[in-house]
């Protein structure tokens, strides 16, 4: 895990993704599970969040619940957490672009309006101009710089 700088975050706001192994705002920053265990939670769990300047502290985009049990150790907690974490990100991830499209859907819906009319050469050059502007605008979305994996 690494803290990333106020400059970095600031260039890619609102595009960095983070799983945290606790359920947000609980247990900012390390040992998550051994303070889970140890303050006798009932549950514990993963959360994917935006990250920004402060630890762990992002917009909450899923969060994923798990029940410690009386027997865990930190060890067997880590684990379980780990394959919920390993179903979540995806999921995660699915939303952002989920709710991305629907932000945008309108626009898709346009487009394909405007091609199911009759076009002259000049509004058919213009809207695939806007479609490819769109288009350009997912693929900077999608740019691996964009998101940190953990």
């Known amino acids: 895990m690494k803290i990333l700088s106020p400059d970095f975050i600031k260039k890619f706001k609102g595009k960095i993704l983070n799983i945290h192994p606790s359920l947000l705002p609980k247990y900012k920053g390390l040992n998550t599970h051994a303070r889970a265990i140890k303050n006798k939670d009932k549950y514990s769990g993963c ?3 935006l990250v920004n300047a402060k630890l762990d502290s992002g917009k909450i985009i899923l969060q994923k619940k798990i029940k410690i049990f009386k027997k865990d150790t930190v060890y067997k907690l880590k684990k379980r957490v780990q394959k919920q974490e390993y179903k979540l990100y995806p999921k995660a991830i699915s939303k952002l672009f989920f709710n991305l499209w629907k932000k945008n ?3 898709f819906l346009h487009f394909q309006h ?4 009759e076009q002259n050469f000049y509004q058919l050059k213009f809207h695939i101009f806007f479609l490819l502007c769109l ?3 997912l693929l900077d979305l999608l740019h691996p710089l964009n998101f940190c994996f953990p």
Do not use: E, G, I, K
């Open 105 to 107: 859907q309108f626009l």
């Open 47 to 49: 959360t994917v969040h």
């Open 135 to 137: 288009l350009q605008h």
């Open 114 to 117: 405007c091609l199911s009319r």
